[in-house]
């Protein structure tokens, strides 16, 4: 599938079916983006499970970190990958040898790994590359619109109070994707580059 | 649920706004406080390490700006937008993000008066060096490319001469350079041109003219295309390095195409304050809501009195780009094919005291130093907006002595052009 853009329907269904959620680089220090993705992910309802084998023994914000995906010993729903591309196939690698497999392998803002996803795709987990659960649940609950970012989303309907541990409605109309046109044609122009040159 | 794409007028009218959660009020509460109660010290901590979505503070967010803010970013197909106190504090507000002292940025000589004085002079205090183009001669910008060049200037229809620039060639030798292209689309507005389209990395708005458009209310906006890789080369450590302000946090790495629309926010106007009041924020967004049925009414109604000036006895020339004899025609036509606004300038037989004695015996037309009201406007702009500017300046900016500049309203364009004909007889 086309990962220079996603459809809003995509992302969507994503973050409204995942519960359990491992987040791979989950990082203890409070300025890091894993970290405070992963609260608000936890605040947002979702069971979060932090891996980081230089963490065992500690937990964040409660939960203990786990060393690899292999030692979760429970189903999870989705991998958030929270390391650099050049990290991304062994722990596709490992994903792919869960049983469960995990419905979706989703790769943080600025981590793209093709070959990865095609891997993934091919065993049938959905892939999201180089977005950000934050922003896009963020964006298609429209919480994210406070910071002046088009949500891309439209509503008439009252918007919802966003408290601690809820569920916000992500089912906004939608307005034909997740990115506007011009950011959408510079990521292809920008992947081909890439392409080209490797 | 589908994905459907609305169309302009839609968004004009919804893109931001949603019922009010606690009140259920449809239009746009305007929230006039300065400041949010915090839900616990961790909740505070995180809404001040910018972890976390929601208010602190007037200067920095608020909801019914907020609203302002993703309007305008959606009508511009712009990824985020911040709106600020006025169009300079929007322009100083954006520099602030991409130039460190000594650096250079590359602007067309033809803009609004206000702009080449805040950057040959306000911009010079800080370090901030313009070198001008011409957007005549194309080339004059990529001649101008130095190390030192961030980022290229441009207005998409020029103040205040109504000329129209090649956005796409200019696009060209910024992407070539390596720097953004900064496009203030104050007089089209993203109606009649949408520069994002036509390769803008930012675009700027003074939302005091044709935005608000009702000569209510002073704002300004920056709109990020998110379109522009920040990290290349190190250029511009604002977005690209570890901010210690707020905790070493990488602003590129942590936003992504917003990124730059958040420096913005967190960094230039936290710490420069030109903050927007949330009434202007109202009122500007109500006047947004009917912006097309506006636009396409001033549009006509410039076209139909450039037109009618045109063949009057007393007039020398008009320069206006929606006439097809206008050496910007063409241009006017591939990115304003709706129509070519409503600023323009005509010159008048008698010169510069034939302008003063029209100017003094208009009767609808108001004779001051603003654009885009429903209000049909003039001023004669080198005693005016353009004095500050030398001879040379003035001239080439298209503020010569016998120059008169219109901003036709909203009225019937029969009463306007009445009026023309009565003050051009008087």
Request: hydrophobic share 40%; net charge neutral; proline share 5%.
């Amino acid at each position: 599938m086309n990962h220079d853009s996603y459809n809003d329907a995509y992302i969507r269904e994503i973050l409204n079916t995942v519960k359990t959620v491992a987040m791979v680089g989950a990082s203890p220090q409070n300025v890091r983006p894993s970290y405070f993705v992963f609260k608000y992910l936890a605040e947002r309802g979702y069971d979060m499970i932090p891996i980081n084998p230089g963490q065992v023994g500690k937990s964040l914000l409660g939960k203990p970190f786990v060393a690899s995906l292999q030692e979760i010993g429970r189903p999870v729903d989705m991998i958030d990958i929270f390391r650099s591309a050049e990290h991304v196939m062994p722990i596709v690698d490992i994903a792919l040898t869960l049983d469960p497999l995990p419905k979706v392998v989703w790769m943080q803002l600025g981590v793209r790994h093709d070959e990865a996803a095609a891997k993934l795709e091919a065993a049938g987990i959905k892939v999201v590359m180089n977005r950000c659960p934050k922003i896009e649940y963020g964006r298609l609950s429209s919480e994210i619109q406070w910071m002046g970012v088009n949500s891309r989303t439209l509503s008439s309907k009252r918007a919802p109070i966003p408290t601690q541990g809820m569920r916000l409605s992500l089912n906004r109309s939608s307005l034909g994707g997740g990115s506007t046109a011009a950011a959408d044609r510079v990521a292809q122009q920008n992947n081909k580059d890439k392409n080209d040159t490797a | 649920m589908n994905d459907r794409i609305p169309g302009f007028g839609t968004l004009a009218v919804h893109a931001g706004a949603q019922p009010d959660p606690t009140t259920g009020a449809r239009a746009t509460p305007i929230y006039q406080t300065t400041s949010f109660v915090f839900n616990d010290a961790d909740h505070a901590a995180s809404l001040f390490g910018l972890q976390s979505f929601g208010n602190i503070y007037t200067r920095i967010t608020n909801p019914t700006t907020a609203v302002l803010e993703e309007r305008v970013a959606a009508l511009e197909g712009g990824t985020a937008a911040l709106a600020v106190a006025s169009g300079h504090a929007a322009q100083l507000v954006v520099f602030q993000q991409l130039l460190q002292p000594g650096d250079e940025f590359i602007a067309s000589r033809k803009l609004y008066g206000g702009s080449i004085n805040q950057f040959s002079h306000a911009f010079k205090s800080f370090g901030w060096n313009v070198v001008w183009a011409d957007p005549d001669d194309v080339p004059s910008f990529e001649r101008a490319v130095t190390d030192k060049t961030k980022a290229i200037f441009i207005e998409s229809i020029a103040n205040p001469a109504g000329s129209i620039t090649d956005i796409e060639a200019v696009a060209a030798v910024a992407r070539k350079a390596g720097v953004p292209l900064i496009v203030d689309n104050t007089l089209a507005t993203p109606y009649l041109i949408k520069p994002i389209d036509h390769g803008a990395d930012i675009v700027v708005h003074s939302l005091t003219k044709f935005l608000g458009g009702h000569g209510n209310s002073l704002g300004g906006i920056i709109v990020d295309a998110g379109t522009f890789d920040w990290s290349k080369g190190n250029k511009y450590p604002v977005l690209s390095e570890p901010r210690p302000e707020y905790h070493g946090i990488k602003l590129q790495e942590t936003f992504g195409n917003f990124a730059f629309a958040i420096a913005c926010r967190v960094l230039g106007l936290r710490d420069l304050g030109p903050a927007l009041s949330p009434f202007n924020a109202f009122l500007i967004q109500t006047g947004i809501e009917t912006l097309p049925l506006r636009m396409q009414r001033h549009s006509d109604n410039a076209k139909a009195v450039a037109e009618w000036l045109s063949a009057h006895p007393k007039v020398a020339a008009v320069n206006y780009s929606g006439l097809s004899d206008n050496r910007y025609h063409t241009l006017a036509r591939k990115y304003a094919p709706k129509g070519a606004g409503a600023v323009f300038t005509f010159s008048l037989k008698g010169g510069y005291d034939a302008g003063v004695s029209l100017v003094s015996n208009l009767k609808l037309f108001s004779h001051l130093a603003n654009v885009g009201d429903t209000r049909s406007l003039v001023i004669h702009p080198a005693s005016t907006t353009h004095s500050q500017l030398d001879d040379e300046a003035k001239t080439r900016s298209g503020a010569g002595p016998d120059v008169v500049r219109l901003s036709v309203g909203i009225e019937d364009k029969e009463d306007l052009i009445a009026d023309l004909e009565q003050a051009l007889n008087a």
